[in-house]
T-cell receptor, first 121, second 114 residues
Framework: GNSVTQMEGPVTLSEEAFLTINCTYT??????LFWYVQYPGEGLQLLLKATKADDKGSNKGFEATYRKETTSFHLEKGSVQVSDSAVYFC????????????????????FGKGTHLIIQP | DTGVSQDPRHKITKRGQNVTFRCDPISEHNRLYWYRQTLGQGPEFLTYFQNEAQLEKSRLLSDRFSAERPKGSFSTLEIQRTEQGDSAMYLC????????????FGPGTRLTVL
């Protein structure tokens, strides 16, 4: 089945530091890949996405490149701010072609466990 | 704002009681999803609807759980005979579909079973 593994947190960095949050996946089909962010007290928000190999998603200074050869989608930002403190979730959505999939989770997102990022001033 | 809304935001109930949550998706989104998120974990897929048809259910969705989307707009998730293990955040998401399945999430309903 599908799975997403991301680095354990919390990750604590100083303001303006370089950020990398690792994410690797396993999938049975042709996944699209996403990073979602959950700010304190708020709901999940889509941060960026990539729909095919070698695509680069970017938003708010964050970037992630879809690497099919290493099955990875690592999140990076060159200079983090205190306001980036949040929980970050890597996720995939597998485009299934054919009969109804009964494995559970068909057409739903498969999430990693989340990485809590803390940026100190 | 026409985002996904969920009601109630918080629910405290006693073990054995039934609870029902409501989700209003973004208008014209034909797909609606339910997820469950426990502390320290990512959301886990429960079920999804294409219009009014429930097309997939996760193994996580026991017989005590039932979801409906009667007119293809809002959806309800009911949990019968709640157990303490049902305590979690229940998230709803919607999408207009398409190949890359970008989902928009509601704020969630936090359920506490005493």
């Amino acid at each position: 089945g599908n799975s997403v593994t991301q680095m354990e947190g919390p990750v604590t960095l100083s303001e303006e530091a370089f950020l990398t949050i690792n994410c690797t996946y396993t999938a049975t089909g042709y996944p699209s890949l996403f990073w979602y962010v959950q700010y304190p007290g708020e709901g999940l928000q889509l941060l960026l996405k990539a729909t095919k190999a070698d695509d680069k998603g970017s938003n708010k200074g964050f970037e992630a490149t879809y690497r099919k050869e290493t099955t990875s989608f690592h999140l990076e930002k060159g200079s983090v701010q205190v306001s980036d403190s949040a929980v970050y979730f890597c996720a995939l959505s597998d485009l299934l072609i054919g009969p109804l999939y009964s494995g559970g989770g068909a057409d739903g997102l498969t999430f990693g466990k989340g990485t809590h990022l803390i940026i100190q001033p | 704002d026409t985002g996904v809304s969920q009601d109630p935001r918080h629910k405290i109930t006693k073990r054995g009681q039934n609870v029902t949550f409501r989700c209003d998706p973004i208008s014209e989104h034909n797909r609606l999803y339910w997820y469950r998120q426990t502390l320290g974990q990512g959301p886990e897929f429960l079920t999804y609807f294409q219009n009014e048809a429930q097309l997939e259910k996760s193994r996580l969705l026991s017989d005590r759980f039932s979801a409906e989307r009667p007119k293809g707009s809002f959806s309800t998730l009911e949990i019968q005979r709640t157990e303490q293990g049902d305590s979690a955040m229940y998230l709803c998401a919607s999408t207009a579909g398409g190949n890359y399945n970008e989902q928009f999430f509601g704020p969630g309903t936090r359920l506490t079973v005493l």
